[in-house]
């Protein structure tokens, strides 16, 4: 035989049925949050929007859901860091942070970029100047002068090749460095 159930009972159960359906509604709102945060790392990353305009967009997110959203949108920016892009993602990154850490982590990046790349444009403008010097030289021994030669390319020679693929190893360094530094960040902040 069936329990007939007492009113307090069919009660509770209806009580638990709508704290669970609320709960599931609070999971699928956060989810759509972190959704658009993931792809408003997309839309940056193809600058399709400012810095600005994300700070605004995520600050309309509900505040339970606001952290969790930049450190998506973070994560997504990090993954998507590119020789071409790294100076505005660190910029991106330390304009929309509290966090002090992640802060420091973004100005020590940019930093040893901004080193790598200024010795990478000394070294471009050395070489420039010395291949110049040699065939200036050559060209005088033919017998012409003045400005014969209006222009260098060293990007093909293979002493030039040699210092892009040094400067391209450093970079990857110092982007493994950032992205490793900003990881265990951001997983601390969640543990």
Excluded at 4 to 12: D, G, H, P, Q, Y
Excluded at 159 to 166: K, M, R, S, V
Aim: charged share 35%; hydrophobic share 40%; aromatic share 8%.
């Amino acid at each position: 035989m069936k329990k007939i159930k007492s009113s307090l009972e069919i009660a509770l159960e209806r009580i638990g049925e709508v704290k669970e359906s609320r709960e599931e509604l609070e999971t699928i709102e956060e989810e759509k949050y972190l959704k658009a945060a993931a792809s408003l790392g997309s839309s940056f990353l193809e600058r399709k929007t400012s810095k600005e305009q994300i700070w605004e967009r995520i600050n309309r997110y509900p505040e339970k859901i606001r952290i969790k959203a930049l450190h998506i949108f973070i994560t997504r920016l990090v993954e998507g860091v590119t020789l071409a892009n790294t100076q505005e993602i660190l910029e991106a990154v330390a304009f929309l942070t509290d966090d002090a850490e992640i802060t420091k982590i973004c100005m020590e990046t940019a930093g040893l970029f901004k080193q790598y790349l200024d010795h990478l444009v000394a070294k471009k403008a050395e070489y420039q100047k010395n291949s110049r010097l040699v065939w200036d030289e050559k060209l005088a021994r033919e017998g012409f002068r003045g400005s014969a030669l209006a222009g260098l390319n060293i990007k093909d020679t293979e002493q030039w090749q040699e210092n892009a693929l040094q400067f391209q190893s450093k970079y990857e360094d110092i982007i493994k460095n950032f992205k490793k530094s900003m990881h265990n960040r951001l997983q601390s902040e969640f543990n």
